[in-house]
């Protein structure tokens, strides 16, 4: 594939939506050498059009809603952004703190105090399996509106 068309590719992905560097890459390796991927995505970077920072930034706003801190920052490391541009991303976006999420999404998907040891462990595991810390969610199951805990 030559480099217009390898370029012609790399905009159209970006045209979907914002992409990590290393995502990018990856979509890129099997339509050119590595030297012409790393050419594009090199350019893509000076012309503002690939930027991990932004990915983060966007990734975060549209999961926060719905995932804890943990699981946000699992999934940013898989899709190939450093930690220190994850760090940056989840303190500038999160403004709620992960305690008022969490009661955010158990509120939304329960609403009720667990009447039992069974419930309470389904519970626990759902907020768990969303990312969240297991002190966030002993609280929120502990006292869901208790605002100073």
């Known amino acids: ?24 890459a990856r979509k890129l390796a099997a339509h050119g050498e590595p030297e012409a991927v790393e050419a594009v995505l090199e350019r893509m970077s000076e012309l503002g059009l690939l930027s991990d920072a932004r990915f983060a930034e966007s990734y975060v706003r549209s999961r926060a809603g719905r995932l804890g801190q943990r699981r946000i920052q699992h999934e940013l490391a898989q899709r190939g952004v450093d930690q220190d541009t994850i760090s940056d991303a989840l303190a500038s976006e999160l403004g709620e703190t992960e305690l008022e999420r969490a009661r955010a999404i158990w509120a939304r998907k329960f609403g009720n105090v667990p009447g039992d040891a069974k419930e309470w462990a389904r519970q626990a595991r759902f907020l768990t399996a969303r990312g969240f ?14 605002e100073s805990a």
Not at 1 to 24: N, V, Y
Not at 133 to 146: C, G, I, M, Q, T
């Open 1 to 24: 594939m030559s480099s217009d068309e390898l370029k012609a590719r790399a905009l159209r992905t970006l045209a979907q939506r914002e992409h990590s560097r290393a995502e990018l």
């Open 133 to 146: 810390s297991a002190e966030v969610v002993r609280k929120v199951l502990k006292e869901p509106f208790d």
